[in-house]
Structure formats: C-alpha cells, structure tokens
C-alpha cells in the first residue's frame, strides 16, 4: 500500500497532470508524468470503465500499487498516473510488471 502522501486522489490533480503532463505510450498503459517540486513523488491511477467490471478494474489497481509500491524510491520526484488500457485485464501479476517496466524505461530514456 502507497503511503498517503505518495498517492494522487483529488479530480483536479489528475486533470491538471492530465492537461500539463508529458505522456508515454505502450500496448496496455499509459504514463502522464508532471516535474513536482516537492521531494517525494505522488502516484495515481485510472482504469477505464471498458476495462472489465468494477471487480477487474480494481483487481488492476491493485495489481499497480503493489509494483510501483517497490519502484517509488527509484523513480525521480514526479507525479505520475497511470492509466490502464482495454486487454491488460488479460495479463497476470508478471505481464503487468514488465509492461510497467517497459514504460518507465521509455520515460527515462527522455531523460526526465
């Protein structure tokens, strides 16, 4: 579980980040990363309402919290949101991991 102060809640900074963000794509997520200049990185998350029911939409969040909840202390000091797309309901715990993997290393090879 992300600590509470590492964790984006409110609709207006997810629509802020949404707006200012620089976002990165892969197949099933997509990462909207916003420069912070406080010292610790807050985390949020959205699952479409395509994805799955109630249940699968937040089987995936969890899913999320519990790898970025080990990637928190190597990530620069951003905000972040990660939005999961249609068929990452299919993948299992390792798929998922991989495809976070995938998109963090997209977001620092452009050096931010």
């Given at each position: 579980?992300?600590?509470?102060?590492?964790?984006?809640?409110?609709?207006?900074?997810?629509s802020?980040?949404?707006?200012?963000?620089?976002?990165?794509?892969?197949?099933?997520?997509?990462?909207?990363?916003?420069?912070?200049?406080?010292?610790f990185?807050?985390?949020?998350?959205?699952?479409?309402?395509?994805?799955g029911?109630s249940?699968?939409?937040?089987?995936?969040?969890?899913?999320?919290?519990?790898i970025?909840?080990?990637?928190?202390?190597?990530?620069p000091?951003?905000?972040y949101?990660?939005?999961?797309?249609?068929?990452?309901?299919?993948?299992?715990?390792?798929?998922?991991?991989?495809?976070?993997?995938?998109?963090?290393?997209?977001?620092?090879?452009e050096?931010?």
């Amino acid at each position: 579980m992300l600590s509470t102060k590492n964790r984006l809640r409110k609709k207006k900074e997810f629509s802020f980040i949404y707006k200012k963000g620089q976002s990165y794509h892969n197949k099933y997520l997509t990462l909207y990363v916003y420069k912070t200049k406080f010292n610790f990185s807050k985390i949020g998350f959205s699952v479409n309402n395509k994805v799955g029911n109630s249940v699968v939409r937040h089987k995936i969040k969890r899913r999320l919290t519990e790898i970025l909840r080990v990637y928190i202390k190597s990530l620069p000091t951003n905000n972040y949101i990660f939005v999961a797309k249609t068929g990452c309901e299919n993948l299992d715990f390792y798929g998922l991991k991989e495809q976070v993997n995938n998109i963090i290393e997209k977001m620092k090879d452009e050096k931010w």
